[in-house]
């Protein structure tokens, strides 16, 4: 029997595949240190997990509203209005399996076979397949690493056609931890107005950010602005609850109305104890997302420190998220190996520590490091990576 077209041309995970290869020689009894991780290495806070427990003993076990629970919806709009200044309705927000379905079920009911969507590169390695997925083309514009890997708006301006529907913006980035100013935002935001694509921004990482910059949400610079955006967040990496798979979006009513009714066809309603825990991050207090955002900072100084002494190898520094996202193609080229992704498979095979080679997130001569492990993990990751490194200078 012959699979459907629309999956025939999806591209595997890089992340995935070599998370699977790092299990893989762990099972065989190997010391592997996996720097692959796309979530924190937190417990999801107490408070929720009792939260969680309370819902169950208390009977919130059956469906709920495709959209999410009036209450979630409700502290969400709260959060919005908090801390990005945003006054949302309950029905301006959709509540998801996950900010990647919430994603996932925007890109569906937004697309039209042939439409065009403007990914900057360096992405999130979903963004394409899922645009694909629901008929679309991704169109990738390159950053470059001297521009701390952001888009200008005469990039983006060059890229907009009649075909194009919509860019999406990730602030903090996956995987560059690289984030947009205000004034940034703002320049963009002209360009989006002016040719009338809808702007997509991703702000899961909004929490997690090491600088004193300020995160924006690009929603929130004008009324105009508002009404041309989709917001995209959940509580995965800043209440490290990426299990539970709670997202949301918030966005113009019409778009979000037409997102849950096709989740009312597909998921029904997301998990509804996972929504009462997620409720709880929100009305509880945000302690235990500082200090795990000390512990991360921490880490980033340390591990920048290590990585960024490394011949061959040279970083920008990261503003938020939990990754760096170093050009090796020197140390690659350096070593005698071909390509990144052959200098990360043979980092794996002779030193075992995992790491996503940049080629996934379309920028070939990166790799994304994690440092969402331990610092005494960490620093010894650094150290084979660097004794890898001199044992293969030519």
């Not at 969680?52 to 495709?66: I, L, N, Q, V, W």
Request: aromatic share 8%; hydrophobic share 40%.
């Amino acid at each position: 029997m012959k699979l459907a077209n629309r999956v025939k041309t999806l591209t595997p995970s890089a992340t995935l595949a070599i998370t699977a290869k790092a299990k893989e020689l762990k099972q065989q009894g190997h010391d592997v240190i996996g720097l692959g991780a796309g979530e924190p290495d937190f417990n999801t806070p107490e408070f929720i997990l009792e939260a969680a427990e309370k819902a169950m003993r208390s009977g919130m076990t059956k469906y709920t509203p495709s959209g999410g629970i009036l209450e979630l919806k409700s502290a969400i709009a709260d959060k919005f209005k908090q801390d990005n200044g945003l006054d949302y309705t309950n029905s301006q927000i959709i509540v998801t399996t996950g900010a990647k379905h919430a994603l996932y079920t925007l890109f569906q009911v937004l697309l039209n076979d042939g439409d065009e969507v403007i990914v900057p590169s360096p992405y999130w390695v979903s963004y394409p397949e899922q645009i694909k997925l629901a008929g679309g083309e991704p169109v990738f514009v390159k950053s470059l690493e001297k521009n701390e890997f952001k888009i200008t708006p005469d990039e983006l301006a060059a890229a907009i056609n009649s075909k194009t529907k919509a860019v999406i913006i990730n602030s903090p980035s996956n995987p560059t931890g690289m984030m947009y100013t205000k004034d940034e935002l703002e320049k963009l935001g002209e360009v989006c107005l002016k040719h009338n694509i809808l702007i997509v921004s991703d702000e899961i990482y909004e929490k997690l950010i090491y600088t004193n910059d300020e995160h924006v949400s690009i929603a929130s610079l004008s009324k105009e602005l508002e009404a041309q955006t989709v917001v995209i967040n959940g509580v995965s990496k800043s209440h490290s609850m990426t299990g539970w798979r709670i997202g949301y979006a918030a966005g113009p009513e019409r778009i979000i109305k037409a997102m849950t009714n096709l989740a009312s066809h597909s998921t029904s309603n997301p998990t509804s104890i996972a929504q009462y825990a997620a409720l709880a991050a929100y009305e509880g207090d945000e302690n235990t997302v500082n200090r795990m955002k000390r512990e991360f900072s921490e880490r980033l100084d340390k591990f920048y420190g290590l990585i960024n002494d490394i011949p061959g190898i040279t970083c920008i520094k990261p503003k938020g998220a939990f990754y760096l996202f170093p050009n090796v193609a020197k140390a690659a080229e350096m070593g005698g190996f071909s390509s990144v992704d052959e200098w990360v498979t043979a980092l794996l095979e002779e030193e075992k520590v995992a790491l996503v080679p940049g080629s996934g997130f379309g920028a070939e001569k990166n790799v994304r490091l994690s440092y969402a492990i331990s610092i005494d993990l960490l620093e010894e990751a650094a150290k084979r990576i660097k004794r890898f490194v001199l044992n293969h200078q030519s």
